[in-house]
């Protein structure tokens, strides 16, 4: 079986429901051997690190979702992830997420793009890739890239279509793909991750969220991001292995090499 990497969840958060050793070990048993776990807020990028060192196979990622923008800025609690980074810099692997959502708008528009500013600023401190969150921000998102030079990272939970998909390419991120595809009526979605390579691609679950069919209605998990490989070999026509080895080596690529989970 080819391994498969699930590139962006949250199973590690002490608020959801996961036994996590078993699901770590069911991940294994289904061959994905290696997770990105992605922190939402400073505290929460605390427990991703503590997880990232006890066990084996997992990528940190430390950020502040665009949710909690407002509340961050508020608090001056930005400098708390920077001295994480700095204290933790042998571990983490990665800024995020951060990013843009004008769909919930949870905080204002401008305390976003502050605080998408300065992740990128952190980042690039640090020489660290970024997992983006993006929802209904693609121009203001490309706007603020523009001022910042040579950007690594991918653009998590692609649920838009060809003209941001397009953009995504010709700025050299990778998108990533998720459940979103098995249960997305939107043509325009499908199509759009149909023409994209494979080689800017990384398949995740973004789990608890976002459960791939036909487990709707339960709490998502790592191991299902095989079902995602497998909707997508069937979209693109492309042997499932093929896909499976050529998105873990983008993680791979992306995100740094890690021991496996079973190591
Ligand atoms: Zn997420």
């Known amino acids: 079986m080819i391994e498969l ?27 994905v051997t290696r997770i990105v776990a992605v ?88 020489n660290l890739p970024i997992s983006f969150h993006v929802r209904e921000a693609f121009d203001d998102f490309w706007a603020i890239l523009d001022n910042s030079k040579d950007v690594r990272g991918v653009v998590h939970s692609f649920s838009s279509g060809s003209k941001d998909m397009k953009a995504i390419m010709g ?11 098995t249960f997305s009526r939107e043509e325009d979605l499908l199509e759009s991750v149909k023409q994209a390579p494979l080689e800017r691609m990384l398949l995740e679950t973004d789990a608890p969220y976002l459960t791939p069919k036909p487990y709707r209605g339960k709490i998502n998990k790592p191991e299902y991001v095989r079902l995602v490989a497998e909707f997508l070999s069937n979209l693109k026509g492309v042997n499932p292995d093929i896909v499976a080895k050529i998105t873990t080596n983008n993680v791979e690529e992306l995100f740094g090499r890690t021991k496996d989970v079973s190591q």
């Open 5 to 31: 990497t699930d590139s962006h969840c949250h199973i590690h958060f002490d608020e959801y429901d996961y036994d996590v050793q078993q699901t770590l070990l069911d991940a294994r048993v289904a061959g």
């Open 39 to 126: 922190g939402t807020d400073v505290d929460n990028s605390v427990e991703t690190i503590e997880f990232a060192r006890q066990n084996n196979g997992i990528i940190a990622l430390v950020g502040v979702h665009p949710h909690e923008a407002t509340k961050t800025l508020a608090e001056n609690q930005f400098k708390n992830l920077e001295r994480l980074v700095k204290e933790n810099i042998d571990i983490i692997s990665g800024i995020g997420e951060c990013g843009l959502d004008y769909h919930y708008e949870h905080s204002t528009r401008k305390d976003q793009k502050r605080l998408l500013e300065m992740h990128l600023d952190l980042a690039a401190k640090y």
């Open 171 to 181: 700025y050299g991120l990778y998108v990533g793909i998720n459940g979103i595809i």
